[in-house]
């Protein structure tokens, strides 16, 4: 697996309101050989998550926002594990959850 490319991601809606529902898409397109699992984690929420698998370097993970989340930008954390459990690097990014 190549360990230094990070994952593209994206997220529909860009930012989300409380109640609202969120998809986020990761694709790990660099990776080389095809890729077993993708795990997140939102360390502000305690929430570590196996993604769902789309393809063999792709997935996908639908989320509805708590009503009782903080309006505040939250940090997600990905990484991809191969068949042979080879991890990928850490790719942080960042969503806007609004009033």
């Known amino acids: 697996m190549n360990q ?10 860009e930012a989300g309101k409380r109640g609202e529902r969120v ?6 397109g660099d990776a080389g050989a095809a890729l ?4 997140l984690r939102i360390p502000a929420y305690g929430i570590y998550d196996v993604m769902k698998k789309e393809g063999d370097r792709s997935f996908s993970w639908s989320y509805a ?3 009782e989340a903080q309006v505040k930008t939250y940090e997600i954390e990905l990484y991809a594990l191969d068949a042979n459990g080879n991890k990928s690097a850490v790719t942080k990014v960042h969503f806007q959850v609004t009033a």
């Open 23 to 28: 998809t986020m898409t990761v694709d790990y």
């Open 36 to 39: 077993d699992r993708s795990v």
């Open 65 to 67: 926002i708590p009503w």
């Open 4 to 13: 230094h490319k990070e994952a593209r991601v994206s997220f529909k809606p």
